[in-house]
């Protein structure tokens, strides 16, 4: 079974001043490592490095190794949520990046190097994801971080990686914040944005179906409101107004004031920004008391994890995807994907996070291939700007452009509780 290697003190480590959000983080890490915070990697877990080291800076190729980096391996570090009503996102965000990692371990591994994960708990916290990316980086000295779930949690997070100079790799969030250029230098983007989502829910809702009365539930945080915003943007587009709004607290279901709120508007259509508990209990609820707008929800919700929550009430809501579907296997890259994720779990069932969470290991990989056995952060980070496919999965970088795909997708929930593509909200 294998486990963490200790980095040879040897290699050059240049220690970083620590100041602002990442002092505040030191003092929330000391709190929660009381209860004993341990990492754990793709092959099981190991104990947390005693002490706390300094924060390597960027190495140009050919000289010392980055940090992470051994001739042996490369140590990637996630924070998601793994308990809490979250968790089915993190947990399907890890099983599919650990997926696209044993995929080319079997291989090899990327230059003779294997790629392992450690993993870290932060429940969708925000508090937890600040402790957890700064234990990644100072302790378990991972060589960029990947795969985080969440807006609140990158909020707090993103600005530990900046100023350790970490890459910051595929977070599960389309928040506009992420997307700008004072971020260009660490943050890499996979999934398209959620203004580009909610565009599309309005586009479909007033020109498929000619819906005026639009309102919104959303999530009482910056995840809440960046899909909040970016409905509002598609309205103003279009001369029109919110017709309701409810809000509800992160990490509860505490949805019914927010229906309450919602009813009064007598809404055609509620756009829903929010994970898929709370979703899923609104539209139960909506359902049992006599209110059946058309619901529409963004990608973040955990699309296998609402029909499972829903059950047959999910039939008819509509979830924009930003990965094709992870069952057409005509498609190339979801045919790598199926047997990767048969090969690394048997059990385990195809669905949108795994497949996105599978793309973001792919495209990892695919900025380390193109760095040669020569690795760097700066190496690797301009490699992935560059990158332009993922099996014929399309990607577009630019300079002004830290995002690679573009591309919504409409699903609907059937009646066998199964999601199908359309292309329109008429159904076809």
């Given at each position: ?15 970083l ?7 505040i ?5 000391a ?31 050919g ?70 990316t ?46 700008g ?12 944005s ?26 009482d945080d ?16 279009r ?22 709120d ?25 359902r ?13 919700v ?11 009430e ?13 069952t ?12 990767a ?14 497949f ?33 496919e ?39």
């Open positions: 079974m294998n486990r963490l290697v200790p980095v040879p003190r040897a290699w050059l480590l240049v220690a001043g620590i100041g602002g959000l990442a002092a983080a030191v003092a929330v890490w709190m929660l490592a009381v209860g004993g915070t341990t990492a754990t990697t793709d092959s099981g877990p190991a104990p947390p490095t005693a002490g706390t080291e300094a924060t390597p800076a960027l190495v140009e190729a000289s010392a190794p980055a940090a992470g980096v051994s001739d042996e391996r490369v140590l990637f570090g996630q924070s998601a949520a793994f308990s809490g009503p979250a968790s089915e996102l993190g947990l399907n965000m890890r099983l599919g990046i650990q997926a696209a990692f044993q995929e080319a371990n079997a291989k090899g591994g990327v230059h003779g190097r294997r790629l392992e994960l450690t993993t870290l708990d932060d429940a969708y916290e925000p508090e937890a994801a600040i402790a957890n700064k234990q990644l980086i100072e302790q378990e000295n991972v060589f960029a971080l990947i795969g985080a779930v969440g807006t609140p949690t990158s909020r707090s997070a993103v600005p530990v990686a900046v100023e350790a100079n970490t890459p910051y790799l595929a977070p599960f969030t389309g928040a506009a914040f992420l997307r250029e004072d971020l260009h230098n660490v943050v890499i983007n996979l999934r398209a959620y203004n580009q989502e909610t565009e599309e829910m309005v586009e479909r809702l007033t020109n498929d179906l000619g819906i005026r009365r639009i309102a919104l539930l959303y999530q910056s995840y809440g409101r960046a899909g909040y915003n970016g409905v509002q943007a598609a309205l103003e587009r001369g029109m107004t919110l017709a309701a709004v409810g809000v509800y607290p992160r990490n509860t279901t505490a949805v019914k004031t927010a229906l309450l919602l009813r009064e508007g007598q809404p055609e259509a509620v756009i829903m920004v929010g994970a898929y508990e709370p979703v899923a209990a609104l539209v139960a609820w909506s049992h008391l006599g209110l059946i707008p058309v619901f529409m929800t963004i990608s973040f955990g699309s296998n994890a609402l029909a499972q929550e829903l059950g047959p999910g039939a008819g809501v509509f979830v924009t995807q930003v990965v094709p579907f992870p057409d296997t005509s498609l190339p890259v979801v045919q790598a994907y199926h047997r994720l048969a090969a690394h779990d048997p059990d385990a069932v195809p669905g949108f996070v795994s996105e969470g599978y793309l973001a290991g792919r495209l990892t990989i695919l900025g380390l291939e193109r760095c040669g056995p020569d690795l760097s952060r700066e190496c690797f980070l301009n490699s992935l700007r560059s990158a332009d993922i099996d014929g999965f399309s990607l577009r970088y630019g300079d002004a452009d830290n995002q690679g795909s573009d591309a919504v997708f409409l699903s609907v929930i059937g009646a066998d509780g199964r999601y199908r593509s359309v292309s329109s909200l008429t159904g076809s």
